[in-house]
């Protein structure tokens, strides 16, 4: 079944400690990206990568890293959380940048 | 950048027809979508422009003038099932082909 699957759906965690969200997809896509989603708030890019090897960017990218040394990968890694990244994060993947996006079921954080 | 606008929310009718508008400002242009998302989920394709005019599919078509920065979602025979969030997303180019933009999303909640 083609699809994005990102681990893990729920974290509850605290304040400075180090942390990664996987993302994976499994149809071939070359173009990944990551959002987060807050109340009365659309989706804000993070990052976005094009292909391996190749990160920028997106609308809100402080406190934020990713890496795409594979295809099927693009994890998102918060150093040093803080209360403000608690949200709704979203993986997407297109075959290209200019396709349609399907996105992963979500990963719900919590930093207290 | 991109600055997107879309209403907050809309109430519409079962087996009624409503439109949902979006504007944006952009700096490039490589592509406007349409997304479903239900409360707790994550967003879904519906329609997707990149040429003026109208694409349909099925009970949903959208619209798209590039001149003017603006396009439509066209919901027909509205379902139930059609109380949702809908998101206009933007996708940019030249220098910043890969970003992403998307509204703040249109809460359509269906009566019977």
């Known amino acids: 079944e083609a699809q994005v699957t990102q681990n893990p759906r729920y974290l509850i965690t605290v304040t400075g400690k180090k942390l990664t969200v996987t993302c994976s997809q499994n149809m071939n896509h070359e173009y990944m990206s990551w959002y987060r989603q807050d109340p009365g708030l659309g989706l804000r890019q993070i990052y976005y990568?094009?292909?391996?090897?190749?990160?920028d960017k997106g609308d809100v990218p402080e406190g934020y890293k990713v890496s795409r040394k594979e295809k099927r990968n693009f994890p998102l890694i918060l150093e040093s959380p803080s209360p403000n990244q608690t949200s709704l994060y979203f993986c997407?993947?297109?075959?290209?940048?200019?396709?349609?996006?399907?996105f992963g079921p979500g990963t719900r954080l919590l930093v207290l | 950048g991109q600055n997107i606008d879309q209403p907050t929310e809309m109430t519409a009718t079962e087996g009624a027809i409503v439109q949902i508008n979006c504007t944006y400002q952009t700096s490039g242009f490589n592509g406007l979508f349409w997304y479903q998302q239900h409360a707790g989920e994550a967003p879904t394709f519906l329609s997707y422009n990149v040429l003026d005019g109208l694409e349909e599919k099925g009970r949903f078509s959208s619209f798209l003038s590039r001149s003017k920065g603006y396009s439509y979602l066209l919901l027909k025979e509205l379902q139930m099932k059609d109380s949702a969030s809908y998101l206009c997303?933007?996708?940019?180019?030249?220098?910043?082909?890969?970003?992403?933009?998307f509204g703040d999303g249109t809460t359509l909640t269906v009566k019977p």
């Open positions: 997303a933007v996708r940019e180019g030249n220098t910043n082909a890969g970003k992403s933009t």
């Open positions: 997407a993947s297109s075959y290209r940048d200019q396709e349609t996006q399907y």
């Open positions: 990568s094009m292909n391996v090897e190749v990160t």
